[in-house]
């Protein structure tokens, strides 16, 4: 019987599989190389055509070429289709949108009145528009400006809250709601170049007035709503006439006043260039404590979590004056320390960074500036009512007025919800805190004076004109010290001469001393090697002073005068 031989084992060593794997791979590559270098040796399979048995040759033949007919002929089609529609391009001119007017409005004249004649009881204007910054309304109210005004006689208060489309709608409503409880009449308004809203409203609560001022602090928007409103009241045929006003200053501003509260006043105003103030970390950190909800710092500029510091709470202090003083001392230190975190992290999520990896806190800090005063930041302060409170535990009358200051704010298109609002905004939102007391809020008010105006348009001039000023005193001054050195140079060389005369002097004077004493002295004997002896002391003297005469001193330089610093060297005085 035959014996049917074992298949044979596939096994193998690693040493070979790797050995084969890499034939493989190697013959691959060298493929992958002859094809790159020789692409036409590739050869193409030939398409074997229509079998002559197959019984519908001819009419599979037709069809085919049928359709390459109808593809030339579609083909051609689609070039003269595109050259007709570029000579029709061509022959057409192109005709510019319309471009629409830009709307212009005529300014209200400027009411130049001493401020107490404006709001005193006997004033004949019959109305007075105060507008505030919707953003914050509590920095911007004057209780001292709201006490000139008696609801028996003299003009009525009206409250305008402008830049209110730069509010969501929920805190705007509440806002509006809380004046409105304050016995206050508020109306939001918003003056952009498209489109205002909230005028008209304003428009015809002041309609039966004769005579309207309209007032407000710095860069409020107090001369746009001037225009506006009388533009509103033009519509409305209205014999109303509208006063701009100068903007309101404190009226006697002190070297004492508080560091925080001009902080304040400047973060309020948010006139200008705040970024480059002087100290930009003191700004930042007066803002801070004003941040209701520090997530909205984080998710703006992408900084960690901050305002972990915990100060000391243990003191020894007994009496409430020293206690008061260091709760103070340990809330400053907890700001002062939360606000250097802070703006860490933003250096270091912004890469403003100096050599060593070190935060640039100062560029940190103006950086956030800059973005607080050119909208970069969507900011506005949270009132103190709000929606779910008032209708949850209002009193009837109090969800009346709601109402109907939700309705004001709708009437609004520029308002948006705060869904919507925060999208426009790019999520960086930051809420504030309202103010229980504005700064200066009891200091008396007055006219910004037109000269300082000029003055402050024309500061960049004078500011020149000093510097140029300045200069020419100090090329004077050089002219002068050039003057003085010149004598001083004189002077230097008279002395020189004296000098010399009187050193030529000297030099007759020792010439005849060494003639009259030219005596050849005795050789010195000179010691054995044995024993050295010293000379004697009569000897030595004797050799030392060939002559008795004593030496006439030489007489000292006359001092040169060292020039300033600064002032130039005159080099023909030292020669």
Not at 73 to 91: A, F, G, I, N
């Amino acid at each position: 019987m035959v014996r049917v031989k074992k298949r044979a084992s596939k096994r193998m060593t690693l040493k070979q599989r790797a050995k084969i794997h890499k034939k493989v791979k190697e013959h691959g590559r060298k493929q992958r190389r002859e094809a790159r270098r020789n692409p036409q040796r590739k050869s193409k399979k030939a398409d074997p055509g229509i079998p002559n048995l197959f019984p519908y040759k001819e009419e599979l033949l037709n069809e085919m070429e049928e359709r390459r007919r109808l593809a030339a002929e579609q083909r051609l089609l689609s070039k003269t289709k595109e050259v007709d529609e570029e000579e029709e391009e061509e022959d057409e001119e192109p005709t510019p949108p319309p471009v629409p007017a830009p709307r212009t409005r005529v300014a209200a004249p400027v009411l130049v009145r001493p401020l107490a004649e404006v709001v005193g009881r006997t004033s004949d204007v019959q109305a007075v528009v105060f507008v505030l910054d919707a953003r914050d309304p509590s920095s911007f109210r004057r209780a001292w400006l709201e006490a000139q005004f008696s609801p028996k006689a003299g003009p009525t208060l009206t409250l305008a809250l402008a830049k209110a489309d730069l509010v969501p709608a929920e805190a705007l409503t509440g806002w509006v709601y809380d004046l409105t409880r304050a016995g206050l009449s508020v109306f939001p308004t918003s003056v952009q170049a498209e489109m205002e809203s909230g005028v008209d409203a304003l428009a015809a609560h002041l309609q039966g007035a004769k005579s309207v001022a309209v007032l407000g602090l710095e860069h409020v928007g107090k001369t746009s709503l001037a225009a506006a409103l009388q533009e509103a009241l033009g519509k409305k045929g209205a014999e109303t006439c509208v006063y701009d006003t100068p903007s309101l200053v404190r009226a006697a501003p002190t070297s004492g006043d508080e560091e925080h509260a001009k902080l304040l006043w400047m973060l309020m105003r948010n006139q200008g260039q705040v970024q480059r103030f002087k100290d930009p970390v003191a700004l930042v950190r007066t803002l801070l404590p004003r941040v209701a909800h520090p997530v909205d710092l984080m998710m703006a500029y992408g900084t960690p979590a901050f305002g972990s510091f915990v100060p000391e709470r243990a003191t020894l202090a007994d009496e409430p004056a020293e206690a008061m003083r260091e709760y103070e001392r340990q809330a400053e230190a907890k700001i002062k320390h939360d606000t250097e975190e802070f703006l860490v992290g933003i250096a270091r999520s912004k890469g403003r960074l100096k050599r060593m990896g070190i935060p640039d806190t100062l560029g940190a800090a103006r950086l956030l500036l800059r973005d607080w005063a050119h909208g970069g930041l969507g900011y506005y302060a949270l009132p103190h009512s709000k929606a779910k409170t008032v209708q949850a535990k209002g009193s009837k009358s109090e969800k009346a007025q709601w109402a109907e200051a939700e309705q004001l704010v709708q009437a609004m298109d520029v308002v948006r919800p705060r869904k919507e609002w925060r999208q426009a905004w790019a999520s960086k939102e930051l809420r504030l805190e309202a103010l229980e007391k504005p700064p200066f809020d009891e200091d008396a008010l007055e006219w910004l004076s037109i000269e300082d105006d000029d003055e402050e348009d024309e500061e960049k001039d004078d500011d020149e004109e000093e510097e140029v000023d300045e200069d020419d005193e100090e090329v004077d001054e050089d002219d002068e010290e050039v003057d003085e050195d010149d004598e001083d140079d004189e002077e230097v060389d008279e002395d020189d001469e004296e000098v010399d005369e009187e050193v030529d002097e000297d030099d007759e004077d020792d010439e005849e001393e060494d003639e009259e004493l030219d005596v050849v002295p005795e050789p010195v004997p000179m010691p054995s090697k044995k024993r050295s002896q010293a000379p004697k002391k009569d000897h030595a003297r004797k050799m030392l002073k060939p002559s008795q005469a004593p030496a006439k001193a030489p007489r000292a330089a006359p001092k040169r005068r060292v020039p300033a610093p600064g002032e130039a060297y005159d080099i023909n005085a030292y020669f």
